[in-house]
């Protein structure tokens, strides 16, 4: 990076900057002190990232869109469902899709995470090192959205190929165009995939999300097949990527930080606390777009209605203004309305899958390994907009 991010003088940002990925925080504060709404470099598009603006952007859909110009998005033909409309469209399919992401619904799975987290840690901890994130942030939720979905677990090399297709394309950094054509090749992909299992889930039903939405009805009616197509890619983006990515970043924190870890050893009480506030320090997924749908001002910047405006979430959850002490990482923090899940409508529809499976990859992780670092001489490599450390190496005494 040859300037500092963002620009000191016209607060231009970099979002896609590797050193921005691996440590946002002095990025996150400047943008906040002198430039609360900036430039994105490449793009232009309005990078918002106070807390108080970033969470009334969230919960006024009817100002901030999420019903993005396709041509600007992930590879889809049709919008995301329920993420990418608004409002009451948006409201009716939460209805039936809600209560199946239940945090009830989702407690049932515990056994069967903790048992698979214990299966694959017996892999490797006796060789007393691991690069964590393709041996174990990968595969633990993975697996367990696959479960969920009643997908083949022996897909997954397919479906994570799929997903980093539209959230990672290997296109040059700022080539939109080659971004926008790789992802457009990957979404066409998953929806060919998806398209044939809802015809085996037609013919042959069995107990799964497949099944389920074939069957589900919004307003007395069965849903159409762009409609499962649209909310199924949703899924698979959201549930591949994000969880592995919150693990990643909380390994690395601590892993960094052996005085928060050995709170959390010796303390196990503290995991639920430490997956909060982890979530709140690190938010992995940093970055959401929304479309100003009429002309808006935001700490003195006109927004134009029709511009693209990049919500900062990361930033946001490092606000002082809202969180007291907020560069310190505080297990026991009484008061964290962090918006790593989002806020509004739009709020994440699986958080509480996300928060069982962190937790009990934490508890498990630290009463197995209880003591780790990063490995003499490597350094941890993340991924701008949604943070995932996509390379842990880990080491400990077997």
């Known amino acids: 990076m040859t300037t500092e991010n963002p620009h000191a003088e016209t607060g231009e940002v970099n979002l896609i900057d590797s050193e921005f990925a691996a440590c946002p925080h002095a990025v996150f504060s400047r ?6 709404v900036a430039p994105a470099m490449f793009v232009g598009w309005p990078v918002v990232s106070r807390y108080s603006d970033v969470v009334w952007a969230l ?5 901030f869109s999420s019903e993005m110009d396709l041509e600007l998005g992930l590879g889809t033909e049709r919008p995301m469902i329920p993420q990418q409309i608004d409002p009451p469209e948006q409201t009716r399919y939460r209805k039936i899709l809600d209560h199946r992401f239940s945090r009830k619904r989702m407690a049932v799975m515990e056994p069967e995470i903790r ?4 299966e694959l840690i017996d892999k490797f901890v006796d060789e007393g090192e691991v690069e964590f994130n393709q041996a174990f942030a990968v595969p633990l939720p993975c697996t367990a959205f696959l479960h969920l979905m009643g997908l083949p677990t022996e897909h997954l090399k397919l479906f994570l190929e799929l997903k980093d297709g539209i959230i990672r394309p290997k296109a040059p950094p700022g080539d939109i165009e080659k971004a926008r054509e790789l992802r457009a090749a ?6 060919d995939y998806f398209g044939k299992l809802i015809d085996e889930r037609t013919a042959q039903p069995i107990d799964d999300m497949m099944t389920y939405l074939v069957s589900a009805e919004v307003d007395g009616r069965k849903l159409s097949r762009e409609e499962i197509l649209d909310i199924c890619f949703l899924f698979l983006l959201g549930g591949l990527d994000t969880v592995t990515a919150s693990l990643g970043c909380s390994i690395a924190y601590l892993a960094a930080n052996p005085r928060q870890r050995r709170k959390i050893v010796e303390s196990p009480a503290l995991v639920p606390g430490a997956v909060e506030e982890l979530l709140r320090w690190e938010t992995p997924v940093m970055i959401v777009p929304r479309v100003a749908k009429r002309d808006v001002t935001i700490a003195g910047v006109e927004i134009v209605a029709g511009s693209v405006v990049n919500l900062l979430l990361g930033a946001a959850d490092t606000d002082g203004e809202e969180f007291e ?3 310190q990482v505080d297990f026991e923090r009484e008061r964290n309305r962090h918006v790593a899940f989002g806020a509004g409508p739009h709020r994440c529809l699986g958080s509480h899958l996300a928060r069982l499976e962190m937790r009990v990859a934490l508890e498990e ?4 390994i209880p003591h780790y670092e990063i490995k003499p001489g490597e350094v941890a490599k993340y991924s701008p907009g949604i943070r995932e450390v996509q390379y842990l190496p880990l080491v400990w005494k077997s």
Not at 365 to 368: C, G
């Open 115 to 118: 048992r698979h987290a214990n």
């Open 31 to 36: 943008l906040r002190e002198n430039f609360p």
């Open 365 to 368: 992780w630290h009463r197995r």
């Open 186 to 191: 990957s979404g066409k992909r998953i929806y």
């Open 59 to 63: 919960r006024h859909p009817e100002v």
């Open 325 to 327: 002490g907020a560069d």
